[in-house]
C-alpha cells in the first residue's frame, strides 16, 4: 500500500483560472488541466526563480518530489501551448498557506501566546503583550511602503488598503509591505 500524499503548502491563490487561445471556440475546444499546486511549483521555480531546494521547502515537499512536479507541469503548459489546447487550474492536494501577520484571527498575527494571542507557549494572559499590538502582533500603523518582492518596485501604502491586495504595474507580483 503506498505511503499517503503529503499536504502541499499553497502560498498565492491564482485570480485568473483558465486561458485559452483566441479564435477557437470552446465546444471545439480540448484542456489540460494544471492542479493548484503544479500551478505553485511553476510560480515559484519560474516566476519567482526560486532554486528548487528552497522552493520545495516551501511547499513543504521533498526536492524530488517538487522536481517531478515542476516537470510534469511544465509538460502540460508545452503540450497546451503546441497543441492549442486551453489551460484550467483546480483542484489538488494541498492547502492555502497566509503569510505571516494576514487575517488569521485573534493573535494569529506574530503572537507568542502574550496578550490575547493563542500561538506557542498559549495562554490568555491579557496585559502581557509586551509592546505588541492588541492582537499580540506587531502593526506597521497607516503609514507605511508596499514593495514588489521581484522587482523591488515601491509605492506609499494607501490607508485601508492591504499591500498584498495590489500587485506591481511593472511585473504582477503580489506587493508586500515594507
Same mark, same amino acid.
Given at each position: 500500500?503506498?505511503?499517503?500524499?503529503?499536504?502541499?503548502?499553497?502560498?498565492?491563490?491564482?485570480?485568473?483560472?483558465?486561458? $485559452?487561445?483566441?479564435?477557437?471556440?470552446?465546444?471545439?475546444?480540448?484542456?489540460?488541466?494544471?492542479?493548484?499546486?503544479?500551478?505553485?511549483?511553476?510560480?515559484?521555480?519560474?516566476?519567482?526563480?526560486?532554486?528548487?531546494?528552497?522552493?520545495? $521547502?516551501?511547499?513543504?515537499?521533498?526536492?524530488?518530489?517538487?522536481?517531478?512536479?515542476?516537470?510534469?507541469?511544465?509538460?502540460?503548459?508545452?503540450?497546451?501551448?503546441?497543441?492549442? $489546447?486551453?489551460?484550467?487550474?483546480?483542484?489538488?492536494?494541498?492547502?492555502?498557506?497566509?503569510?505571516?501577520?494576514?487575517?488569521?484571527?485573534?493573535?494569529?498575527?506574530?503572537?507568542?501566546?502574550?496578550?490575547?494571542?493563542?500561538?506557542?507557549?498559549?495562554?490568555?494572559?491579557?496585559?502581557?503583550?509586551?509592546?505588541?499590538?492588541?492582537?499580540?502582533?506587531?502593526?506597521?500603523?497607516?503609514?507605511?511602503?508596499?514593495?514588489?518582492?521581484?522587482?523591488?518596485?515601491?509605492?506609499?501604502?494607501?490607508?485601508?488598503?492591504?499591500?498584498?491586495?495590489? $500587485?506591481?504595474?511593472?511585473?504582477?507580483?503580489?506587493?508586500?509591505?515594507?
Amino acid at each position: 500500500m503506498p505511503r499517503p500524499r503529503l499536504c502541499r503548502r499553497v502560498w498565492f491563490q491564482p485570480n485568473i483560472t483558465y486561458f $485559452k487561445p483566441a479564435g477557437i471556440r470552446m465546444i471545439n475546444l480540448e484542456e489540460s488541466v494544471l492542479t493548484v499546486d503544479e500551478f505553485e511549483a511553476v510560480r515559484l521555480k519560474d516566476f519567482l526563480g526560486l532554486e528548487q531546494e528552497q522552493a520545495a $521547502k516551501k511547499m513543504n515537499i521533498s526536492q524530488p518530489t517538487f522536481h517531478r512536479l515542476v516537470l510534469s507541469v511544465r509538460k502540460k503548459i508545452a503540450d497546451a501551448i503546441v497543441n492549442g $489546447k486551453a489551460i484550467r487550474i483546480r483542484g489538488g492536494n494541498f492547502k492555502m498557506v497566509q503569510q505571516r501577520g494576514m487575517g488569521r484571527g485573534i493573535g494569529g498575527g506574530r503572537g507568542f501566546g502574550a496578550g490575547r494571542g493563542m500561538g506557542q507557549g498559549a495562554g490568555m494572559g491579557i496585559g502581557q503583550s509586551r509592546g505588541r499590538g492588541r492582537m499580540g502582533g506587531f502593526a506597521a500603523g497607516p503609514s507605511g511602503i508596499c514593495k514588489c518582492p521581484n522587482c523591488g518596485y515601491e509605492e506609499e501604502k494607501q490607508r485601508g488598503v492591504p499591500c498584498v491586495d495590489k $500587485k506591481c504595474p511593472k511585473c504582477g507580483t503580489m506587493l508586500t509591505r515594507e
